[in-house]
């Protein structure tokens, strides 16, 4: 076998694909990518025509294990990190049926609270914390508050309670985003879709907070108070997955935090809030719902690329915004699993060459462009793989057809029919039995392809009867 066909793991990441960037988080984002991780003890099938057994589980995993990281970002080796705990709010005792507000100067916040009946009322405490010796409950009664009366119309009154107090304005949006990363942090398959979950909850924070701040103060806030993992989840909050009536709306939310993000020198935090965010939009954002958030995510991919470089990144600004601006050009950048995106991005970014002109002549989809396709699969191919060559033209031959990539992407990675395992295993059989890609296009849809079925069921028979003489000889020994 020429070796396998996954990621460019070698010493030196930037010769190798674009890697995850944040894989331990795809369960608790609560997006599905693939259908290679199954519930319940059900072996998932193959759905390759023909053959319902489990695919071969001795191949390699396509996920890259390293962090991402683009590849000449500065601070490659700051790996985001969970935000230390944060203590959990005072339990809140029962609210006193008297009308008789405590001393201010005596009570505690918890207290301040206890008294409060609406966010009117948390303003006026809020306003009467004017002490040297009380500014310092100022940030606790703020969260108290966010958990008393956490519901979206409360929050709401509340940010507009103070948007025009210089004062308090800072201090509650600051608590929004914390919040809204914290209840992120907590999502989970199960919860993301209810109304009254911890991601629904989240992003009404965050559109709360993005009410009252905006451009360069709200990117320094962000920049400066938030840890890298908490602008992960802060991203994750603004995800596509929402109703379609509501995409509209969380698209000029991610074009006003790009706008602000840009507007301040880049952190390790604002690169995490602008990778996550890559990864979450769809070509919708740019074409139909907020076309200026193609120039805003250029800007921040383009910085993100060369942050040390302000003309290069201009430059990168430029390239990528004309893709981002095209149909063709969003389809190819913001579509698929994060996997997708990541190898597209990172071709992208290896070879500057790509513009929007390299497929002013080409039909179908952009990603099937031939050399598109082959500049992919040499981020696929291992570096050191033997013959990387001959298998890196191989594979983009593969790539450069619709079958090619249905098989190895799920064409735009939405197909959960066929789990990653299955592919990579299908991968391996084309290459392993010299399968072209003529051959595939024999049939339109490939999982049906007599060539490849027979290949796999071969690979498959012959995989079992190592297996079952190695179960007879430790059976006899």
């Known amino acids: 076998m020429p070796g396998p066909v996954g990621d460019a793991r070698g010493g030196d990441a930037r010769g190798g694909d674009v890697e995850p960037l944040f894989p331990q988080e795809q369960k608790a984002s609560g997006r599905e990518e693939s259908s290679a991780t199954t519930s319940g003890p059900r072996q998932p099938t193959s759905g390759v025509a023909g053959l319902s057994c489990p695919p071969v589980r ?43 507000a405590p001393s ?31 500014q310092r409950y100022v940030v606790d009664v703020v969260n108290l508050a966010l958990r008393r009366f956490g519901d979206v119309d409360h929050i709401n009154n509340l940010v507009e309670a103070v948007k025009n107090n210089p004062a308090l304005r800072p201090i509650v949006v600051e608590q929004l985003v914390h919040r809204a990363a914290e209840l992120e942090s907590k999502g989970t398959p199960e919860n993301r879709d209810t109304l009254d979950g911890p991601h629904h909850q989240a992003c009404a924070y965050v559109l709360a907070a993005l009410k009252a701040m905006d451009g360069e103060a709200l990117g320094a806030l962000i920049a400066q108070k938030l840890l890298p993992k908490e ?4 991203a994750k909050t603004l995800d596509v997955q929402n109703p379609s009536g509501v995409n509209g709306l969380l698209s000029q939310a991610r074009q006003q935090l790009l706008s602000a993000l840009n507007s301040v020198p880049r952190t390790d935090t604002t690169g995490a809030v602008v990778q996550t965010l890559y990864l979450l939009m769809l070509p919708e954002d740019t074409i139909i719902y907020c076309p200026p958030l193609a ?21 990168e600004k430029a390239r990528l915004q004309a893709f981002l601006q095209r149909p063709e050009g969003a389809a190819l950048m913001l579509t698929g699993t994060q996997e997708r995106r990541q190898r597209v991005l990172g071709t992208l970014q290896r070879h500057p060459v790509f513009t929007v002109k ?3 002549h080409h039909n179908g989809p952009w ?14 191919v291992p570096a050191n793989a033997p013959n990387r060559e001959a298998l890196a033209q191989h594979i983009g031959e593969i790539l450069a057809t619709e079958q090619g990539q249905e098989i190895r992407f799920g064409w ?26 003529k051959d595939l296009q024999q049939t339109k849809n490939p999982w049906e392809n007599p060539d490849l079925v027979k290949a796999i069921a071969a690979k498959r028979m012959v995989l079992a009867g190592i297996q079952r003489r190695r179960a007879h000889q430790v059976h006899k020994t």
């Open 58 to 100: 001795t191949l390699p995993d396509v996920q890259p294990a390293a962090t991402f990281f683009f590849a000449n970002a500065q601070n490659q080796d700051g790996v985001c990190s969970a935000p230390p705990p944060r203590s959990d709010a005072q339990t809140l005792p029962a609210v006193q049926n008297t009308n008789a």
């Open 104 to 134: 201010l100067s005596a009570a505690s916040p918890a207290a301040l609270i206890a008294n409060c009946h609406d966010v009117d009322d948390v303003v006026k405490v809020l306003k009467g914390l004017t002490g040297r010796d009380q």
């Open 231 to 234: 602008g992960e989840w802060l």
């Open 358 to 360: 390299t497929f002013e």
């Open 367 to 380: 990603v099937i462009e031939p050399t598109f396709a082959h500049a992919l699969a040499k981020g696929i």
């Open 295 to 315: 120039a805003s995510l250029a800007t921040a991919l383009g910085r993100e690329f060369y942050p040390q470089l302000a003309r290069t990144a201009a430059a």
């Open 412 to 437: 735009y990675g939405f197909d959960k029919k066929i789990n990653l395992e299955a592919r990579m295993e299908a991968m391996l059989a084309i290459i392993d039995n010299g399968i072209t890609a």
